[in-house]
């Protein structure tokens, strides 16, 4: 590890530079804890599939297909916040006790109305992120979109979904990034730190991107790949990439900030 670059916190804190290799670590460190505690992860995933298919099954009910895309980007822009729990069963191992689903569904009231304050902001980007693709569909399709049949030809496999399509992506990617930067550490760090507020907390995530943005790039990347796996696999594959991804990026705080003596 490199030095640790202080953040304005009452408490100390740092934010550690790491290696590039480290987010690799994180991964087998999520693992062990996923399958040391399986029971957590897996009703955590199992609620990720259910979850996904009733939303896939609203916006055809409500003959909006086309927003089942951007609205399954929810995983990666509200992905830190739901994952409390699984943030909970590593910090337990962590430090030895006992670790339930009880524990890890009522691990928010450590730090309630910070982590709700992070989840809202996340939310509101969410929100914000649909309107925009939604927007952006009808400026390309007009008023009346394609068919369920044609939607997937119209949109990816003909010139004219291209523009639509390298556009969306870019702003799509824009979103993300903002999501990253602002809770790749700050939820980890409100549950770990009960005294610390949601601007400390967004301040020191936004500080760990810039000191580590090649290492952070690269877990944001895989963590688009381990959700878009999940995706493509009919969201069935969500059960197994969500918990890992989630106690994996509580190893990933851990890495990145010292806090109190060890800031010291």
Do not use: C
Request: proline share 6%; glycine share 8%.
């Amino acid at each position: 590890m490199g030095k640790a670059v202080p953040v304005f916190t009452p408490k100390p804190l740092h934010i550690r530079q790491i290696d590039l290799d480290r987010p690799w670590a994180w991964l087998a460190r999520g693992w062990q804890d996923f399958r040391a505690v399986p029971s957590v992860g897996l009703a955590y995933g199992i609620l990720a599939v259910i979850s996904s298919y009733l939303l896939t099954i609203g916006f055809i009910m409500l003959d909006m297909i086309y927003l089942v895309l951007p609205a399954a980007a929810g995983f990666l822009l509200l992905g830190p916040v739901l994952a409390v729990g699984l943030y909970e069963v590593s910090r337990r191992r962590e430090q030895g006790l006992s670790v339930s689903l009880p524990e890890a569904v009522m691990a928010f009231r450590r730090n309630p109305v910070q982590i709700a304050l992070v989840g809202v902001a996340l939310l509101l980007l969410w929100f914000f992120w649909v309107r925009t693709a939604a927007l952006l569909f009808f400026l390309y399709f007009g008023l009346e979109p394609p068919s369920i049949e044609n939607l997937i030809v119209d949109t990816f496999l003909s010139t004219r979904g291209l523009p639509f399509l390298v556009i969306g992506t870019i702003i799509g990617a824009l979103f993300a990034f903002v999501a990253f930067a602002i809770s790749a550490i700050s939820i980890p760090l409100l549950l770990d730190q009960e005294d610390a507020s949601v601007m400390e907390a967004i301040a020191a995530s936004v500080r760990a991107v810039q000191t580590n943005f090649v290492p952070l790039l690269l877990w944001g990347v895989l963590i688009v790949v381990f959700i878009a796996f999940g995706l493509v696999t009919l969201y069935l594959g969500l059960a197994i990439t969500l918990p890992l991804v989630g106690h994996a990026s509580w190893h990933a705080y851990r890495d990145l900030v010292a806090v109190g003596e060890e800031a010291g």
